[in-house]
């Protein structure tokens, strides 16, 4: 199950490292997260937005 483009919406200034040095795309969307190199000195490798919604 891949995640979707909103879950990875995540501003650069609150991506959550999810990798490792030179981890490839392949290797993070494997790992269940987000994959994006257009931004400099932020993680590439990040974790995906959580759903807010409670249910109780």
Known sequence: ???SPSQ???PAA???DCGYPRV???QCQNRG????NSI???PWCF???QDTECTF
């Open 1 to 3: 199950m891949g995640l």
């Open 8 to 10: 990875c919406a995540v």
């Open 14 to 16: 609150e991506r959550v």
């Open 47 to 49: 974790k995906a937005l």
């Open 40 to 42: 400099r000195n932020v």
């Open 24 to 26: 490839t795309k392949e």
């Open 33 to 36: 997260c987000c994959f994006d």
